[in-house]
């Protein structure tokens, strides 16, 4: 089985905001670099659709506010260090993109690319980090799926293959980044791009490092679920969520019932209005599993604004202005992921992560603008700390058995024999409605020992039936896998901890529990199972037990 070799210094997978940041940088460094990715670059990353808006402490925003709320809006289950470094570098990192041609407005504790539109803001992001990686010299390895890492006590190179033509690929490199986003796509609704399949935390956990606080998904509160039109995240302006109205089934404000924020609801309350938007659904005020954003009352002024006029558009015509939109929760982002340092290593030798495959940063619950910050801090700060590790170490050839070993796993995998029960797509499909109706919002024990039973049905009913008769539904195939590990992990997870924290809710322990469950959870990979290990929160500068 033969495999196109490559050399280079760092090899960087994933080419959202967070590792083209950190392949910038190490490129700056004087080592080379290779950008993997399964699409263009840049292309298919959650940075690319978010709203590219940066939480920063500027013009009126101290450090001290901004790392306050970060640990308040995350329930105090934080990493305090991670969050400190955070703040202390968001102004001087988010500021620097100026220097790589991104465009900012600045205002209170907040910094935006100018010239994004939704639902693309972050475009105005990628596109010109894309140009910069490109013009310092940083080499693009696209439409190309890592499906392993190599080692030899420490991570030394890859193998994957080309998603178009299906030729296989061996990678030497000295130090390897985990740039690869979170895993949207385990649940049916979501708003992350496709190719979010929690591929990161497969790599890492297939290597033995271990996994923290993979019970916390976020979901975007609000999301269009309109029958016959598309499904992607709102995020209607302040004023006009509040001159609006959140409706259930008979008619009541749904904010002022549950005593919630409008001015919060993309920030700090993202967990407070899902859950509140998922009782009212549960509990059968909800019409067509949704409940209704009412905009029909708008003042004039307000229905010919910008944001109603766009959203209609890009809901194919949807006369919001005159007609209630069925709206629910969309999975948005995964608090959980690799644990690193401040200097982003992981458990691991020679392997570095940065963005949302990390985990910790933002505690059981993220505050809004923060997930972009932490993309361009740990994105330079992974960049700077692979190419320290290149400066010390020898190459080394990866050992040719081990390649050959690796990529024989990824072509039996997939069977190629097709089949009703192993086709690519209806797998990753059974997954998500498991996901969305077992282990969404609102859980119980009830509903994620049904969510693990059913998981196990796909593993023994689907996994070894997927096949692949192109390179494109190999991807799908092992994405598929990818969301069935991502999938067991957080039922795991959310059935250990008794108690209600942050994105996290169990219905049967709809309280936080300080006393027994300040802590994490680390699920690492055994012989046979997945084992479970709790470690205590670093409290090093705030608590409080009414946050």
């Keep these: 089985?033969?495999?196109?070799?490559?050399?280079?210094?760092v090899l960087v997978v994933g080419s959202g905001a967070a590792g083209l940041r950190a392949a910038i940088e190490s490129r700056r460094h004087g080592v080379e670099v290779l950008l993997a990715s399964k699409s263009l670059t840049g292309f298919a990353s959650c940075s690319f659709h978010a709203g590219g808006g940066f939480t920063v402490p500027l013009e009126g925003m101290t450090k001290s506010d901004h790392f306050e709320t970060t640990v308040k809006t995350g329930k105090n289950i934080n990493d305090q260090k991670l969050a400190e470094v955070l703040v202390n570098d968001a102004a001087s990192r988010v500021l620097e993109l100026k220097d790589f041609g991104v465009k900012l407005v600045t205002d209170r504790g907040e910094c935006h690319v100018m010239n994004g539109s939704f639902p693309t803001g972050g475009a105005a992001l990628i596109n010109p980090l894309v140009r910069y990686a490109k013009g310092v010299g940083v080499k693009m390895l696209e439409s190309t799926m890592i499906t392993d890492l190599l080692t030899d006590g420490s991570v030394n190179g890859a193998v994957g293959f080309n998603v178009t033509d299906g030729k296989y690929i061996s990678i030497n490199a000295k130090a390897t980044i985990l740039a690869t986003g979170g895993a949207g796509q385990a649940y049916r609704r979501?708003?992350?791009?496709?190719?979010?399949?929690?591929d990161g935390y497969a790599l890492a956990y297939g290597l033995g490092v271990p996994l923290v606080d993979m019970e916390f998904v976020q979901f975007w509160p609000i999301g269009s679920v309109e029958s016959g039109y598309p499904e992607f995240w709102l995020m209607p302006p302040e004023s006009i969520l509040e001159k609006g109205v959140l409706r259930n089934i008979n008619g009541e404000d749904i904010a002022r019932k549950h005593e919630l924020d409008p001015a919060q609801a993309y920030h700090a309350q993202r967990d407070a209005w899902t859950i509140a938007i998922a009782k009212e659904i549960q509990e059968g005020r909800g019409e067509r599993d949704a409940v209704l954003l009412d905009l029909t009352r708008l003042p004039e002024d307000l229905q010919k604004h910008e944001w109603v006029v766009s959203a209609s558009k890009l809901l194919n015509g949807f006369p919001i202005s005159t007609r209630p939109l069925h709206v629910n929760p969309l999975a948005h982002?995964?608090?959980?992921?690799?644990?690193?340092?401040?200097?982003?290593?992981?458990?691991?030798?020679?392997?570095?992560?940065?963005?949302?495959?990390?985990?910790?940063?933002?505690?059981?619950n993220r505050l809004g603008g923060n997930a972009l910050t932490e993309c361009m801090v740990y994105g330079a700060t992974a960049g700077i700390s692979a190419a320290k590790c290149v400066n010390t170490n020898t190459r080394k050839r990866v050992d040719r058995k081990q390649v050959e070993e690796k990529l024989r796993r990824v072509k039996e995998t997939v069977v190629g024999v097709s089949s009703d029960q192993g086709e690519p797509k209806a797998v990753r499909s059974r997954i998500q409605e498991i996901m969305l109706q077992k282990a969404g919002a609102i859980r119980d024990r009830r509903s994620l020992i049904e969510a693990r039973e059913k998981l196990t049905q796909v593993k023994e009913e689907n996994l070894s039936k997927l096949y692949g008769r192109k390179p494109r539904e190999v991807m799908q195939a092992l994405e598929?896998?990818?969301?069935?590990?991502?999938?067991?992990?957080?039922?795991?997870?959310?059935?250990?901890?008794?108690?209600?924290r942050g994105a996290h809710y169990r219905e049967d322990?709809?309280?936080r529990n300080d006393?027994?469950?300040?802590?994490?959870?680390?699920?690492?990979?055994?012989i046979q199972d997945i084992e479970v290990e709790t470690c205590p929160v670093a409290l090093t500068e705030l608590f409080s037990s009414n946050w």
């Design 333 to 364: 982002h995964f608090m959980g992921g690799i644990p690193i340092d401040v200097e982003c290593n992981t458990s691991m030798p020679g392997l570095f992560a940065a963005g949302e495959v990390t985990g910790g940063i933002h505690g059981a």
């Design 515 to 526: 006393r027994d469950w300040l802590k994490h959870i680390v699920l690492k990979k055994g």
């Design 1 to 9: 089985m033969t495999a196109k070799v490559i050399d280079t210094d």
């Design 480 to 500: 598929a896998i990818n969301l069935f590990l991502v999938a067991t992990l957080v039922v795991k997870a959310a059935l250990e901890r008794s108690e209600s």
């Design 190 to 198: 979501n708003d992350n791009p496709a190719r979010i399949t929690g």
């Design 509 to 511: 322990y709809p309280n």
